[in-house]
């Protein structure tokens, strides 16, 4: 098929020769006419590129074969574009010729470039003119280029599906500018919600009246989730995983089977989480339902808590129906050789289980769970996660029958907005005061989570909103975390600040979740954290959708050790498929988890059936031979036990290396106080005037008191005439208490940290709590931390204490283990 295009404006023409329709003509020339007593006729015809290639010497085409190849075109074509004196001529000279000609719309820029496309419904917008879909991706290449903004391949290939569903260059160019987004602009795409699903009826469910009962207060119908858990033998005692998205009502799941084996007399449910957090939540929620039905509710989130008013009023005993508990808390049950304490269980329910794939902690949860299915073999197991990479892989391995559920029963809108560091706040209070504008069919206002990579951000980021607000991290206790979460859920408050390290499960009843940062402090979201925190948008009870902002600065990198930029990871992120989980425990994990499995049997085929139930490898003849060498367990034939050295690392999740730490320091003489501080420093410390003395120095200081940069100014005497007297005075409180030591390593040798953390625990000592110890380092020396942090170091001081009193003991050392016993009761309070 020949095609011939001609378009002019001037005195000549271009003509392209077009075959089968194909963008890059045979070949492009000029042609000049030239007018005598018969009308216009072809005069001279230039070739200027052919095949492709522009030509660099003269080359003319025949006029007698340019006419034959007119009358031998199947199709003449004239653009729209040209002049209405130059089509005149070309329709007089065709006439000549007996030759029909059409008027088209052809791409302008197709032109200048010397290749052909029309103009249809695909065109795209640019200015005040169309041009073809190929040429506004060329421009918005070179557009995004010159914005001097890194964009990687899969950011282009967004754009590029962006300006295919606008088919407008300048709104999708707009997504670089933050004053002039358009939600249908930066929309990627939808995560439908599920329709037609099939429900079960509460009534119809062969389960206790009182379970029933409350079952009905807040709905007729299971969930389909649930209603699938249900058809897989969620109440034959069937062990399932259950893998659906945040707000399917995954939790209930394991409620319904808890409850109904407790009132069924099967015995006690254990309900395990990864977060202290997440804990607190779910025994409070568990308390408030199930007392109504005379089940009791008690938590174990560590070896020993730390008594503050706070704690002193929750329920502790394992003489309950339901036990939440963290990995940990239960975990030290077992370690300890205590399994049978936990009296008939019926049900074990392993919330966020996709934790097993976590690069510190999976190991603990794989052993746990090996562990627990060994100790309780006749209890049912329900496993959840929204989710999990090779479902069916996990299921197998746990012996469960899987629940996929793949749909939402809300949908998602998820929008990607490129933005530079100085617009986000603007852009976020634009994006949460929108949405708390606006009301649900259930009568609820929108609501925000924003998701960033840090503890200061989260302060910084509240602080900065021009709207009630809260921030919400690990390093609030347990009271302040239980304010935000009611003040929030009662809808008080348009917006919780939030770090990406408790996304895991906490209930903020969201409509829209902004990720500020795609980064969990210096590394990059993996999928499943993202699709677990975007998750996190909008629930059935509340909303009719949610939606999930993210928003990337072009360029940025969170370390040298990402390659990435976050723009990329963004795109990566929406667009990301999980992949199988590797199961590599190093040697310091296999001995760990090896040596806490002892603790549950003595018997050594026992022993290799728990590990075969685990997902991580471990290699369990040398790492026998390793444990028994370093005296932490004896090997007669098949008989394998601890040593009390063995136990107490098992029972206090020490590793070897600060197990014999412990034993040398013992053996040297060391105090109790010493030894413990040297175990572990107290790493939160912040200085909270460093925005202030930045400002004198004119510099920008680092708020981490340990950090080098700080070190350097504390030991500058003319840096510190330069801070105001007020803050001169707390450096050098600091500085007097804390610096005073005569290693040739000083001020880098550890002696600081060391005495500020023998500092924190004195101050418990003398009856503070954690609140008034800060407000103390506040006042003596300018420094501040998280309530969290110091609870979290001194629950740390009283396991790491209790393992030193215990060693020193086997060792004959009746005085330090004394000691330690003394200090751990006060720390303990």
Not at 343 to 357: A, F, N, R
Not at 640 to 663: D, N, P, R
Not at 781 to 795: C, K, P, Q, R
């Amino acid at each position: 098929m020949l095609w011939i295009l001609f378009a002019g404006k001037g005195k000549t023409f271009t003509v392209m020769v077009i075959a089968d329709k194909k963008r890059e003509p045979l070949w492009v020339g000029e042609l000049e006419l030239k007018q005598n007593t018969a009308g216009f006729r072809p005069h001279k015809i230039r070739v200027q590129k052919k095949n492709g290639k522009m030509l660099t010497d003269e080359e003319y085409y025949p006029t007698k074969d340019f006419i034959e190849l007119l009358k031998k075109a199947n199709r003449i074509m004239i653009s729209r574009e040209t002049s209405p004196k130059n089509k005149g001529e070309l329709e007089d000279m065709f006439k000549a010729y007996q030759i029909e000609a059409d008027t088209v719309d052809i791409c302008r820029h197709c032109l200048l470039q010397k290749r052909f496309n029309f103009l249809n419904k695909s065109s795209v917008k640019y200015g005040k003119e169309l041009i073809c879909p190929d040429c506004a991706k060329d421009e918005l290449k070179k557009a995004l280029r010159n914005s001097k903004q890194h964009m990687g391949d899969s950011t282009m290939e967004f754009f590029d599906r962006v300006l295919d569903r606008t088919k407008d260059f300048d709104k999708t160019l707009s997504m670089l500018n933050a004053d002039r987004l358009d939600e249908t602009t930066t929309k990627y795409d939808t995560v439908v919600s599920s329709k037609n699903e099939k429900k079960m009826p509460i009534k119809s469910l062969p389960i206790h009246k009182r379970l029933k009962d409350l079952l009905l207060k807040k709905s007729k119908d299971l969930m389909p989730v649930q209603t699938l858990a249900v058809e897989s033998g969620l109440l034959e005692r069937k062990n399932l995983m259950i893998v659906s998205a945040t707000a399917t009502g995954k939790t209930l799941i394991g409620e319904i089977a808890g409850v109904e084996n407790v009132l069924s007399k099967r015995g006690k449910m254990l309900y395990l989480v990864p977060l202290v957090a997440l804990a607190n939540q779910k025994y409070d929620q568990f308390t408030s339902r199930y007392n109504e039905i005379g089940l009791k509710t008690s938590i174990r989130i560590g070896a020993e808590m730390i008594k503050t008013k706070e704690t002193t009023f929750m329920k502790k005993t394992l003489d309950s129906d339901i036990i939440v508990g963290t990995y940990e808390g239960i975990d030290h049950l077992l370690r300890l050789g205590n399994a049978d304490a936990l009296g008939q269980v019926g049900t074990v329910v392993i919330d966020e289980v996709h934790m097993l794939t976590d690069a510190e902690r999976g190991h603990r949860l794989d052993g746990l769970i090996a562990r627990l299915r060994y100790t309780v073999p006749d209890a049912q197991f329900i496993y959840l996660s929204a989710t999990v990479g090779n479902p069916n892989y996990f299921a197998e391995k746990l012996g469960a029958n899987l629940v996929v559920y793949e749909h939402r029963p809300v949908p998602i809108d998820r929008h990607l907005v490129f933005v530079q560091e100085h617009e986000k706040n603007r852009l976020m209070t634009q994006l949460v005061q929108d949405e708390w504008n606006m009301k649900s069919s259930k009568g609820h206002r929108g609501q925000t989570i924003i998701f960033t990579n840090s503890r200061a951000n989260c302060q910084n980021i509240s602080n900065a909103l021009p709207m009630p607000s809260a921030y919400y991290h690990a390093g609030l206790n347990q009271r302040e975390r239980k304010i935000v979460e009611t003040k929030f859920g009662n809808g008080e408050i348009p917006v919780v600040v939030t770090t990406a390290a408790l996304a895991a499960g906490v209930d903020f009843p969201a409509s829209q979740v902004i990720f500020e940062s795609l980064a969990m402090g210096i590394d990059w979201l993996t999928v499943q954290d993202f699709l677990q925190m975007s998750g996190r948008a909008g629930r059935p009870d509340y909303h009719d959708r949610g939606v999930v902002v993210l928003m990337p600065v072009p360029g940025k990198t969170y370390s040298s050790g990402t390659k990435e930029t976050e723009e990329d990871v963004a795109v990566g992120l929406l667009k990301g498929t999980l992949l199988d989980d590797d199961f590599d425990f190093n040697e310091e994990n296999q001995l760990e988890e090896l040596l806490a499995s002892v603790s549950v049997t003595s018997s050594k085929s026992d022993l290799m059936k728990i590990l075969s139930m685990m997902f991580g490898s471990i290699n369990e003849n040398i790492m026998l031979l390793k444990l028994q060498k370093y005296k932490f367990i004896e090997l007669k034939g098949q008989v394998v036990t601890q040593t009390e050295l063995g136990q107490i690392a098992s029972a206090h999740f020490l590793s070897v290396s600060k197990t014999f730490l412990i034993v040398d320091s013992i053996k040297a003489n060391i105090s109790a106080l010493r030894i413990i501080t040297n175990l572990e420093f107290f790493t939160g410390a912040t200085f909270k005037y460093a925005e202030q003395i930045s400002k004198d120095l004119r510099m920008n200081l680092p708020a981490r008191v340990f950090q080098g940069a700080f070190l350097d100014i504390i030991f500058d005497g003319s840096v510190l005439r330069e801070v105001s007297p007020k803050y001169q005075k707390l450096l050098l409180n600091f500085a007097g208490d804390m610096f005073v030591c005569s290693c040739k390593e000083s001020p880098y040798c550890g002696c600081a940290e060391r005495k500020f953390s023998e500092k924190i625990l004195l101050l418990r000592m003398k009856g503070l709590e954690p609140i008034a110890i800060i407000r103390e380092l506040e006042s003596e020396y300018g420094i501040t931390a998280y309530v969290g942090d110091v609870f979290s170091y001194l629950e740390d001081a009283v396991r790491n204490l209790e393992a030193v009193e215990l060693i020193a003991k086997t060792m004959k050392k009746d005085g330090l283990a004394k000691e330690a016993k003394e200090l751990r009761v006060k720390i303990r309070g």
